[in-house]
C-alpha cells in the first residue's frame, strides 16, 4: 500500500495544452487522479512567483462562463480546476514551479535560493498564489540543483514553502466554518540519472516534502548512440546499450539514502521517443524523424504508428514499437507495460504513479490514466480545500456558488 492511505495518481495539466493541443481542463480524468499538477509557475529574480500564461491561466472564458460577473472574478483554466476540485473533493491542485526551461535553460531558481531572503520571498508569493487562485500545495520541478551546495539550497526553499504554507494553514484552521485545518501538499520532481541526485539531499528532502515524483523516463533519446528504452524498469544484461539507465536501481538508491518508499512517486511518459534508420533495440541509429508536437516525439494516443507492432522486452521491462518496412523504432509505455508498471509499485509499496502529461493520453478505453488509476485502487483518499476566504477572487471567495 502507498503509505496507509492508498496510492497516488499525480499527472501533470500544462497550461500551453489548450492552444495547439486543444487539451482543456474539462478533459482531465479528474475521478481517477489524486493529484494535477499545475505547470508551470516561474519566477522573477527577488523571488516572487508568478504566472506564466495570464490569458491561459485566469482569464480565458469556457462554456458557462460569465461576461456579466460584478467585481474581480477567476477564470481561465484555474476556475475549471477549482469547479473539478468542487465536484471531485480527493482532487488536489498544486502548482508546479520551475520545468526544464525556466529551471534548466534559464536557471531562475539559483539566485533566490541561495539567500535567505529570496527563500522567504518565493515562499510567501507561493502562499499568496494559494490564497488567491484556490491551490492545494506546491510542486518544485528544480531541473536541477548542480552542485551539493545548490542541493542544500533547494532543501532549505522547501522548509521555507512549508513552514510558510503551515502558518496559512493554522490560520485558516482558526476561521474555516468547520474548524478543520487544510494540509498544503508539497511535492518535487526529482531525476534518475546520478549525476543530478547525488547534489541531492535525498533523504532530508524527504523529510520535507509530502512526496517525490521520480521522472523515471527520458532514459535513452537523441542524445544517445544506441535506440533505447526511455522508460525501462530494469537493466538489460543481454543488451546493455538499450539501458543506459534504469528505474529498479534508482528507486534502490532513494531507499538507501532514507527516503521512505510510500513516498516515492514513480513517473511514467506519456508520449514515445523515435529512433530512426535503425535495425531494433539496442542498435545504433541515425536521426528521429516526425512527431507530434516537437520532431522524434509522438503523443502515447498517436502509438503505435500504422505498420509498426509493439514489442515487449522482459529483461528490461519495458515496451516500443518497431516497423521492419520504415526501420523505425519507437519507445514508449504501451497499455499493458503501465499496468505492468501499476503491479510493480504496488510489489514495492511505492508512492503511487505520475505522468508528464494529460494532453498525450487516449480519451478511450485505452487511457493509460484510467487503467493505471483502476488497478492501483484503492486510491490515497484525503479531502482537497476549497475554503479560501482571502482570495482576491469574488467567486473563488464565494466557493463559485453559481457553478
Known amino acids: 500500500m502507498g503509505g496507509s492511505d492508498g496510492f497516488r495518481t499525480v499527472a501533470y495539466f500544462v497550461n500551453w495544452g489548450i492552444y495547439g493541443r486543444k487539451y482543456f481542463p474539462q478533459a482531465i480524468p479528474a475521478d481517477k487522479l489524486t493529484h494535477v499538477l499545475y505547470s508551470f509557475g516561474d519566477n522573477r529574480p527577488d523571488g516572487e512567483v508568478i504566472l506564466t500564461d495570464q490569458w491561459s491561466d485566469i482569464q480565458i472564458h469556457y462554456e458557462g462562463d460569465s461576461w456579466n460577473d460584478q467585481g474581480n472574478n477567476l477564470y481561465g483554466n484555474l476556475k475549471q480546476l477549482n469547479l473539478l476540485k468542487k465536484k471531485n473533493r480527493n482532487l488536489k491542485v498544486l502548482l508546479s514551479i520551475g520545468g526544464w526551461t525556466y529551471a534548466h535553460e534559464q536557471k531562475h531558481f539559483d539566485t533566490p535560493a541561495s539567500t535567505a531572503h529570496g527563500r522567504k520571498t518565493f515562499a510567501d508569493s507561493c502562499v499568496k498564489l494559494i490564497k488567491d487562485l484556490g491551490f492545494d500545495g506546491i510542486d518544485i ?64 528532502l524527504a523529510q520535507v516534502v509530502d512526496f517525490i515524483n521520480l521522472m523515471a523516463y527520458d532514459y535513452s533519446g537523441s542524445w544517445d548512440q544506441h535506440a533505447g528504452h526511455q522508460a525501462n524498469l530494469f537493466k538489460s544484461s543481454s543488451s546493455p546499450p538499450c539501458t543506459p539507465f534504469d528505474s529498479q536501481s534508482v528507486i534502490d538508491v532513494y531507499i538507501s539514502q532514507g527516503v521512505p518508499a510510500h513516498k516515492i512517486v514513480l513517473g511514467m511518459p506519456l508520449y514515445g521517443r523515435t529512433f530512426t534508420n535503425t535495425s531494433g533495440i539496442g542498435q545504433p541509429f541515425q536521426g528521429v524523424g516526425q512527431g507530434s508536437w516537437e520532431a522524434g516525439v509522438w503523443d502515447y494516443k498517436a502509438l503505435p504508428q500504422p505498420g509498426a507492432h509493439e514489442h515487449y522486452d522482459k529483461e528490461a521491462g519495458a515496451t516500443y514499437s518497431y516497423d521492419n518496412h520504415t526501420k523505425t523504432l519507437i519507445t514508449y509505455d ?36 484510467t487503467n493505471v488509476a483502476t488497478d492501483l485502487s484503492p486510491l490515497e483518499h484525503k479531502r482537497n480545500w476549497i475554503y479560501y476566504p482571502d482570495s482576491q477572487y469574488e467567486n473563488l471567495k464565494k466557493g463559485f456558488p453559481n457553478n
Open 141 to 204: 520541478d528544480w531541473e536541477y540543483p548542480s552542485n551539493p551546495e545548490q542541493g542544500q539550497h533547494l532543501l532549505l526553499l522547501l522548509q521555507a514553502i512549508r513552514s510558510a504554507m503551515d502558518a496559512y494553514a493554522n490560520k485558516l484552521a482558526g476561521e474555516s466554518p468547520d474548524g478543520t485545518r487544510p494540509h498544503f501538499v508539497l511535492s518535487i520532481a526529482a531525476p534518475a540519472g546520478e549525476a543530478n541526485y547525488k547534489n541531492m539531499p535525498l533523504g532530508a
Open 334 to 369: 504501451t497499455l499493458d507495460m503501465a499496468r505492468r508498471k501499476a503491479q510493480y509499485i504496488k510489489q514495492k509499496k511505492l508512492g503511487g504513479a505520475m505522468w508528464w502529461e494529460l494532453s498525450g493520453d487516449k480519451q478511450d478505453s485505452g487511457s493509460i490514466v
